[in-house]
């Protein structure tokens, strides 16, 4: 089951870019991060009544609040508008820092330590994604107000993470993406002039695109995200995330006619190699009352 979560999760937020290159054309950065954030909220709110779920204790409401403003307001919007300065192959590049700043958070935050290969496989998928944003990259780190924010995201992102993970212990990650999405849709209501105005005078594939993000890759992959998340460290967990960039450039291969160059093909590669080794658990070292016994 885990296994089938992370792959559900990594291919719903890999199908986000797609979708992202249809709405943002008619919906600025923080109308198009509310506008998904309240369709994820509705969905997952309306699935959290039917199945009478609990509510969090005001200790694990902090958390989950944390989350909220930093992974699913503040992330969002600083990646949209990231976006409209730099390609997407320089903005994946910079983002791809926030694995590694989750192995990191984890280890002192959460007491996960600090395993030689999770951080091996973590720097060898970063590698890879390095290559594929070099290989996309169009034009290079020309705006520093862009590389600004997408290491704002990325910080954003494993702060978000290193939050969740212990409320996980106790609520269920349906609530938890629910309260979080919500909350996450409360800090951008600032946009909400911005979304009326776009929707207005956006076209019906912009509005569906819109619902799709806020349905597919908000909704249904948080869940399935929180769900895996709650079931494995948070380090190796964000490790799994360096697969999203090589499936998201064959989605826009197949969907947009976006033919990667080939230097992605390497790219990938190392992506899975260093997500394999980051899932890979070391041996446990046998003490020498163990080797006594055998």
């Not at 885990?2 to 937020?13: D, E, P, R």
């Not at 403003?69 to 969002?76: A, D, P, Q």
């Not at 919007?77 to 990231?82: G, Y």
């Not at 791809?96 to 496989?121: D, K, M, Q, T, W």
Request: net charge positive; with cysteine.
């Amino acid at each position: 089951m885990i296994v089938s979560a992370v792959g559900l999760t990594v291919a719903l937020w890999a199908s986000a870019f797609v979708a992202i290159r249809y709405a943002d054309r008619q919906l600025s950065p923080g109308a198009l991060a509310l506008g998904r954030l309240l369709v994820g909220s509705a969905a997952l709110g309306l699935l959290a009544l039917a199945r009478r779920e609990p509510l969090p204790g005001r200790r694990e409401l902090l958390g989950i609040a944390v989350c909220g403003v930093l992974w699913f307001g503040l992330y969002n919007v600083s990646l949209n508008a990231a976006e409209t300065r730099i390609d997407a192959g320089t903005a994946a590049m910079l983002v791809n820092v926030g694995p590694i700043l989750i192995a990191i958070f984890a280890g002192l935050i959460l007491h996960e330590g600090f395993p030689s290969r999770l951080f091996a496989g973590c720097l060898v998928s970063f590698a890879g994604a390095v290559l594929i944003g070099v290989a996309t990259s169009r034009h290079g780190l020309h705006e520093s107000v862009g590389a600004i924010l997408c290491l704002v995201a990325a910080f954003a992102y494993a702060g978000g993470v290193v939050a969740q993970k212990p409320v996980l212990r106790t609520v269920s990650p349906l609530m938890v993406t629910w309260l979080a999405c919500t909350i996450g849709a409360i800090s951008c209501l600032p946009y909400a002039a911005s979304l009326v105005h776009g929707v207005d005078h956006a076209k019906t594939s912009t509005i569906a695109w819109t619902v799709y993000l806020g349905v597919a890759p908000t909704a249904i992959g948080f869940v399935t995200w929180a769900y895996a998340l709650a079931r494995t460290t948070a380090g190796r967990m964000g490790s799994t995330t360096y697969l999203v960039p090589p499936l998201a450039l064959l989605f826009g291969w197949a969907f947009l006619g976006e033919v990667p160059p080939l230097l992605v093909l390497p790219g990938g590669v190392l992506c899975l190699a260093g997500v394999a080794v980051a899932r890979t658990r070391g041996r446990p070292r046998l003490d020498q009352t163990s080797l006594n016994r055998i």
